[in-house]
């Protein structure tokens, strides 16, 4: 368990800062909407499908740099 934190925090050091930016801005933004979507209309959660969209787009940026970082460093 020790071991796949100590991972998982490597990974995230060896991580562009673009993508760091980019996933902090998934987290605050969607907090935001969540919020807002709350707010105005309660019954319809809408701020859903925005977060799951954004967040497939995410992971296949970050899924794209680890493979291709992987492939550069084996170079």
């Given at each position: 368990?020790?071991?796949?934190?100590?991972?998982?925090?490597q990974?995230?050091?060896?991580?562009?800062?673009?993508?760091?930016?980019?996933?902090?801005?998934?987290?605050?933004?969607?907090?935001?909407?969540?919020?807002?979507?709350?707010?105005?209309?309660?019954?319809?959660?809408?701020?859903?499908?925005?977060?799951?969209?954004?967040?497939?787009?995410?992971?296949l940026?970050l899924?794209?740099?680890?493979?291709?970082s992987?492939?550069?460093?084996?170079?």
């Open positions: 368990m020790m071991e796949t934190k100590n991972k998982a925090k990974l995230f050091h060896r991580l562009p800062s673009r993508l760091k930016f980019g996933i902090m801005q998934y987290v605050v933004m969607n907090l935001f909407l969540v919020v807002l979507n709350y707010a105005t209309s309660p019954q319809c959660w809408w701020a859903g499908w925005v977060a799951l969209g954004w967040g497939l787009s995410l992971l940026k899924i794209s740099w680890y493979y291709i992987d492939n550069e460093e084996e170079k």
